[in-house]
């Protein structure tokens, strides 16, 4: 399993960010792929995940911690073996490393495991 991150960077409070994830070594429409983050000091904590397994009934439902809810929006291209995270309106507190993860979710908090190797974001003031 190798999930490969891409599009972080630095940008100012109120800008716009996409991340991409590269998935490869494993059935990309089998999983639900997503994204955690980890601020310095801080525990890595769940984002948001997009289930995208074919023929699933949870198909197309994804999660998002309360943070980010109608800021951040994720996708995924199953075509491409790829997982998108549409990040805007960002605040300086979003500064964190953005990590790629399989992940699931239930009545508790998103849970991941398969780690990218992680994509700084930072958001200035």
């Known amino acids: 399993v190798q999930l490969v991150e891409s599009g972080g960077g630095l940008v100012q409070a109120g800008g716009s960010l996409r991340l991409s994830c590269a998935a490869s070594?494993?059935?990309?429409?089998?999983?639900?792929v997503g994204w955690f983050r980890q601020a310095p000091g801080k525990e890595r904590e769940g984002v948001s995940c997009?289930?995208?397994?074919?023929?699933?009934?949870?198909?197309?439902?994804?999660y998002y911690a309360d943070s980010v809810k109608g800021r951040f929006t994720i996708s995924s291209d199953n075509a491409k073996n790829t997982v998108y995270l549409q990040m805007n309106s960002l605040k300086p507190e979003d500064t964190a490393v953005y990590y790629c993860?399989?992940?699931?979710?239930?009545?508790?908090?998103?849970?991941?495991?398969?780690w990218g190797q992680g994509t700084q974001v930072t958001v200035s003031s």
């Open positions: 993860a399989v992940c699931w979710w239930s009545d508790g908090p998103l849970r991941g495991d398969y």
């Open positions: 070594g494993f059935t990309f429409d089998e999983y639900a």
């Open positions: 997009i289930d995208s397994t074919d023929g699933s009934t949870y198909y197309g439902s994804t």
